[in-house]
């Protein structure tokens, strides 16, 4: 499994952007499919992103259009560049990791992925 670190959260006012980055170890990270979730104070968690092990990436209609998911294999990292932020996008944003297997994945599906980092809050003002 990989182990997962993210960063680039914090407070930002209504209509800005934030980069997120999330950091893997392992030498297997090109091969995991990739995403990121939030939760948001007294809800539950909510699929964000994910991209597969290639460039193919899959988003949540609430996100969709502002957001933009990515990898860099090279650097073991995996982004999530998200612009015109409103406060129903304050959460705490997790990244997350799927092992290759031979099945198809269910991205938006949190017990899709083994590994988990601890996350980063990310507050947008009005």
């Known amino acids: 499994q990989v182990q997962l670190v993210e960063s680039g959260g914090g407070l930002v006012q209504a209509g800005g952007s934030l980069k997120l980055s999330c950091a893997a170890s392992?030498?297997?990270?090109?091969?995991?499919?990739m995403g990121w979730f939030r939760r948001a104070p007294g809800k539950q968690r909510e699929f964000v992103a994910a991209i597969n092990d290639g460039s193919t990436t899959y988003y949540a209609d609430s996100v969709k259009g502002r957001v933009t998911i990515s990898r860099d294999n090279a650097k073991h990292t995996m982004y999530l560049q998200m612009n015109s932020l409103k406060p129903a996008d304050t959460a705490v944003y997790y990244c997350?990791?799927?092992?290759?297997?031979?099945?198809?994945?269910?991205?938006?599906?949190?017990?899709?992925?083994?590994?988990w980092g601890p996350g980063t809050q990310v507050t947008v003002s009005s």
């Open positions: 997350a990791a799927a092992p290759p297997f031979s099945g198809s994945y269910s991205y938006a599906q949190a017990p899709t992925y083994a590994s």
């Open positions: 392992g030498r297997a990270f090109s091969s995991y499919a």
